[in-house]
């Protein structure tokens, strides 16, 4: 008995020890924010629940195969939390300093007990930078920053689909009035673990650099602001990966969009992308790809059509032409509307529909929709109210050989599944 607590003892200490720098930070951090200029800054976001699958088992979750996104309402099979905070340490005469701290967590959520960075769990530092505000005297109303931080990331949030981000380490300069409109510039990089080169070479640690410039708030029209995007990258190789003939994939990425506000009680959002070799990749934090070229559309927006009814609505179309014919053409449709049935409950029904065809002659396109149907009671009235707890119906009907589920509750060879559960969802 003495032997197995001995035994026990040891792994509990392991797991401790495995953890502890993060349980260091965490302890740390309310002491690195104690200052008599302000209280910290607490904010963040989680989701999570329970659900399971029509014939038993686990909750599955559809994607088509090779879509950049899925639609999410009552198709999340993961806890996700995000853990912000942040405070003021200096504000005199107009200058301002402010810290910025996130970790994020996620877990296949299958268990009480699901260790840190151990199988199905995992964790990491997404933020730590520190922002100054009008601190240059040449450039008043600008910021200037530092670190590792989300920066000016553009999503669609029903299929948390993320189709300009370049976050990463970084520094820069933003919001730099020019009189027409704001100039932000930043150099940010994200690092291969695992690099293929062309010629067959492969190596670690490939460092990528992004260099962004961005004009934004440019008026064009009564409520209408346009924004501007150019963002340059390429693999920063050292003498050695150098030597070794490995490829920089240098790349452009070509961005417009326009924001209309005051549309239909919301807002809609055009986005228009272009992007070449090293940058056709791009969507979420500056992945690489081989050499050819992507083009891309995303609309989207959320519009008020009554007192109790409120929407929101997305359609994308990309497309990526590789050189080494490995790509594809992406379709996306997808609408969310909501109907109040007073200040806490409302329903919600889910639409998307996903279409790939890849661009290799006599591959096969995969097709999926999926209608969720949600019983909602949230904090308010607001298509963005939060938090929400949800009840939730998901059937998936998919052609094709495969689509992506996170469990295997769906046996191979069937072409449709039904899911349920309940879900809830927060940010603050």
């Known amino acids: 008995m003495r032997r197995d607590n001995k035994n026990r003892n040891r792994g509990r200490w392991q797991k401790i020890k495995h953890n502890l720098p993060y349980i260091?930070?965490?302890c740390c951090l309310p002491s690195l924010f104690s200052s008599p200029v302000s209280a910290v800054d607490f904010h963040g976001y989680l989701r999570s629940g329970i659900g399971g699958t029509q014939g038993g088992g686990d909750q599955a979750c559809f994607k088509a195969r090779g879509a950049g996104a899925k639609y999410r309402l009552g198709n999340e099979c993961e806890t996700y939390a995000e853990i912000q905070l942040g405070q003021e340490l200096f504000n005199e005469g107009g200058k301002r300093f402010y810290v910025d701290s996130m970790i994020a967590y996620v877990s296949d959520q299958e268990n009480d007990?699901?260790?840190?960075?151990?199988?199905?769990?995992?964790?990491?530092?997404?933020?730590?930078?520190?922002?100054?505000?009008?601190?240059?005297?040449?450039?008043?109303g600008a910021n200037i920053w530092a670190g590792k931080r989300y920066y000016q990331r553009h999503d669609v949030h029903i299929n948390d689909y993320y189709y300009w981000d370049v976050s990463g380490p970084g520094a820069g300069i933003e919001n730099i009035d020019v009189g027409f409109g704001k100039l932000s510039l930043a150099w940010l990089r994200n690092t291969d673990e695992d690099y293929q080169a062309k010629g067959g070479s492969s190596g670690t640690n490939v460092a990528n650099d992004t260099f962004d410039f961005r004009l934004s708030d440019l008026?064009?029209?009564?409520?209408?602001?346009?924004?501007?995007?150019?963002?340059?990258?390429?693999?920063?190789?050292?003498?050695?990966?150098?030597?070794?003939d490995f490829d920089d994939e240098k790349g452009y990425l070509f961005t417009i969009q326009h924001t209309q506000s005051n549309w239909f009680g919301g807002y809609n959002k055009l986005a228009l992308q272009y992007a070449t070799d090293g940058m056709v990749g791009t969507g979420h934090n500056g992945s690489r790809a081989v050499d050819g070229k992507m083009f891309r559309i995303v609309n989207q927006g959320v519009v008020e059509l009554s007192e109790n009814l409120e929407g929101m609505y997305v359609g994308i179309y990309e497309k990526k032409d590789l050189d080494n014919n490995q790509g594809q053409t992406w379709m996306s449709a997808g609408i969310r509307p909501v109907y109040k049935w007073n200040d806490v409950m409302s329903t919600a029904l889910e639409v998307g529909y996903d279409r790939?065809?890849?661009q290799a002659s006599g591959a096969e396109t995969v097709d999926l929709t999926k209608v969720t149907l949600a019983q909602q009671w949230s904090a308010g009235r607001s298509f963005w109210a939060r938090p929400v707890i949800r009840a939730f119906a998901t059937y998936a009907r998919w052609d094709g050989d495969d689509y992506n589920a996170a469990s295997e509750a769906i046996e191979a060879g069937e072409d449709d599944g039904l899911t349920f559960g309940v879900q809830v969802e927060a940010w603050w």
């Open 24 to 26: 260091t930070l965490i």
């Open 219 to 244: 008026s064009v029209n009564e409520n209408g602001k346009l924004e501007l995007g150019l963002d340059y990258g390429r693999a920063n190789l050292n003498t050695e990966q150098d030597d070794k």
């Open 356 to 358: 790939v065809k890849p």
């Open 113 to 140: 007990w699901e260790e840190l960075n151990g199988d199905g769990a995992t964790s990491s530092l997404r933020q730590m930078y520190v922002i100054g505000e009008n601190v240059l005297e040449s450039f008043p």
